[in-house]
């Protein structure tokens, strides 16, 4: 089961997100309802989105659908940057990598931690 955090922080301009676990299709929806939910309240255009991948798993083949459209998402929102942080993992920095290319996402940065 996969988790997640928002957390707004005005005086560095940035939407910080935690992403934790596994997430299934249940969890992907619940996220996008809270990203929404979230983004709502200040123009993504003056901020930059940080997520904290630090802890999430390798996304299961029938779930990157739904993180591709995730990454649109940030993308139609107009993040200044995009940035994932992640622990050591070739694989998952390989997949998220991928997604960004296939989704266009061009103002992504991928920092190992």
């Known amino acids: 089961m996969g988790s997640f955090k928002f957390e707004t922080n005005p005086a560095s301009r940035a939407l910080n997100v935690v ?8 969890d992907a929806a619940r996220f996008v309802a809270a990203y929404n939910d979230s983004v709502s309240k200040f123009n993504p255009k003056d901020y930059d989105i940080v997520l904290d991948c630090t802890t999430l798993n390798v996304t299961a083949p029938g779930v990157v659908p739904m993180l591709e459209q995730c990454y649109l998402m940030y993308k139609e929102s107009g993040f200044k940057n995009v940035v994932f942080t992640i622990a050591k993992n070739p694989v998952l920095k390989m997949q998220l990598g991928r997604i960004a290319r296939t989704t266009n996402l061009a103002n992504y940065e991928i920092r190992e931690v």
């Open 19 to 26: 992403v934790e676990g596994s997430f299934s299709q249940e």
